[in-house]
């Protein structure tokens, strides 16, 4: 079965760090572009950041840059997504997402084969 994964959300105060993962398993991320997404309670769901299948070409929001960073490790099938310097408004369910087609395109949902279940991330004090 095709599945995307995603770990290491929790509860973090204002100016903490997470670790996000996207692990795979029944497909091998080597020739996708991976993205991360976010969907806070009440509003649609927006893209975060997208990592290349091949050169390793990535796009940030403008909410998140500077502050987080997306990796991938196709030895372990897995992408990450490194928050530092979070912030409140950063509380959401965060997914990842996998598509063959062009990187170009990789903030628009509708371009994605797969999706996570998706990981609680709340900032609060």
């Known amino acids: 079965q095709v599945q995307l994964v995603e770990s290491g959300g929790g509860l973090v105060q204002p100016g903490g760090s997470l670790r996000l993962s996207c692990a795979a398993s029944g497909f091998t991320l080597d020739y996708y572009t991976i993205g991360w997404f976010r969907q806070a309670p009440g509003k649609e769901r927006e893209g975060v950041s997208c990592?290349?299948?091949?050169?390793?070409?990535?796009y940030y929001a403008d909410s998140v840059k500077g502050r987080f960073t997306i990796s991938r490790d196709n030895a372990k099938n897995t992408v990450y997504l490194q928050m530092n310097s979070l912030k409140p408004e950063d509380t959401a369910v965060y997914y990842c997402a996998a598509t063959r087609r062009l990187f170009r395109l990789c903030r628009l949902l509708v371009e994605y084969d797969y999706w996570g279940q998706g990981t609680q991330v709340t900032v609060s004090s």
């Open positions: 990592i290349s299948s091949s050169d390793g070409s990535t």
